[in-house]
């Protein structure tokens, strides 16, 4: 069955950097529709960054320049590297996945998620 597992979230100072790793099995990491959601306490939750099975990204335009969605396909783990953090950028990560679609990775389609990890600005 598909299973994220999400890891790498924690406290950093204001300009820090943390990496967050999605561990993906039960389907084809490499070629599906997979992202990174963020939700902060009282506020919607908001899709960070995507990347499709041809490895085309699209991120929000809060984060562009500072975040970086990637794959590695051989360990089929999913990461975001996340520079010069700010206390906005603080909220519970999920990692997302729809095994189903490879393309067109629009924000209703995911499907399965993550726990979760923590991250927090200072």
């Known amino acids: 069955h598909v299973q994220l597992v999400e890891s790498g979230g924690g406290a950093v100072p204001g300009g820090g950097s943390l990496r967050l790793s999605c561990a993906g099995s039960g389907f084809i990491v490499s070629t599906v529709c997979m992202g990174w959601f963020r939700q902060a306490p009282g506020k919607e939750r908001e899709a960070v960054a995507r990347?499709?099975?041809?490895?085309?990204?699209e991120y929000i335009d809060s984060v562009k320049g500072r975040f970086t969605i990637s794959r590695d396909n051989g360990k089929k783990i999913l990461y975001l590297q996340m520079n010069s953090l700010k206390p906005e950028d603080s909220a519970m990560y999920y990692c997302a996945a729809n095994p189903q679609r490879t393309r067109l990775c629009r924000v209703d389609t995911f499907n399965y998620w993550g726990q979760g990890t923590q991250v927090t600005v200072s």
């Open positions: 990347m499709d099975g041809d490895g085309k990204v």
